[in-house]
């Protein structure tokens, strides 16, 4: 079994509308104009003015001491679980979370924990779920130190915790003695869809970060956020696992450019993914779960055709979309989709339908 990724299949057609994933977007020319500006240090010595701003900025807005800025959303997550637990211990996140599904089996691979799968629609649960998951405190059970959430959901369909239910579940944990952790890839997403600030949505987290490669548009980059104890034992990993940098201002200065220019217009992203549904929910064969951000996940199950096949189809007409088991697929709007995209999506799955 190779896994390495595939290469493009040069027999297929160029894509016209990309929905496979808001990680595919391409810099600007202006965010490209913010980065050839850049000032830029020695980010591992602590002298790039530009991430140092970028650190200042996402402390600020998260509501912490600090933070560290970080060249995947995966190391944010992998540092965190590394600061957070020791070797044994049992992390409490959802059966579909990042953490689980798409990182290797990183927890126990570097911070040497279990994570405990907990169940819950959406992607989320309830502190009801997570106290029945509680072990008796015995020699024999792994220490229970650390409740993770995403923050949007991903393979929970880009749900957003609602703040009453993220505080009920995280204020519970601390009450508990856990530590608490979010994964906010797109907590963006979230705090433009709901209305609710970045630092709300924070406020019991140990630890928070915000990914710049997805629907802000950044090249690379991710900024990790917490107390300054936090960031400081997190630099500390940075360092071991290779993520410290020297220029990467050049790569701040996408970031901030984001912040600026990116953030507001994600309702945008929000709107096209509700016409995406309403379209794909005039396609018989096809069930469509209502979005709340950027994500569309729905099932082929109906129409007789498997995710892939669908995925094959539609590709040939131009169209990326990603796949996430056998009958679910997800449609993923972001800077580079306009709603005239949209139409033309729905357009084309539902031929790909028709023609099964
Ligand atoms: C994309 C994503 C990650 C990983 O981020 P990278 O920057 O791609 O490493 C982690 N968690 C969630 C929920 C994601 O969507």
Known sequence: MVYAPVRPDRSLPPVLVNLFSDTQTRPSTAMKDAMMRAEVGDEQNGDDPGVNALCDRMAALTGKEAAVFLPTGTMCNQISLLVHTRRGDEILAHESSHIVGNEGGAPGALAGAVVLGLRGARGMFDSATMTAALREKRRNAPPQTLVAVEQTTNAGGGAVWPLALLND???????????????????????????????????????????FTKGLGAPVGAVLCGSAAFIDQAWRWKQRLGGSMRQAGICAAACLYALDHNV??????HANASALAAGLAGVPGLAVEEPETNLVFFDTRASGLTADTLAARVRQQGLSVSTVGIYRVRACTHLDVDADGVEAAVQIIAGAVRGA
Request: proline share 0%.
């Open 169 to 211: 579940v995280l204020g519970s944990a601390h009450r508990l003695g856990m530590k608490t952790h979010m994964d906010g890839a797109r907590l963006m997403n979230a705090a433009v869809a709901a209305g609710v600030t970045a630092a709300a949505f924070s406020q019991h987290c140990d630890s928070v970060w915000l990914d």
């Open 264 to 269: 507001d217009r994600l309702a945008e992203d």
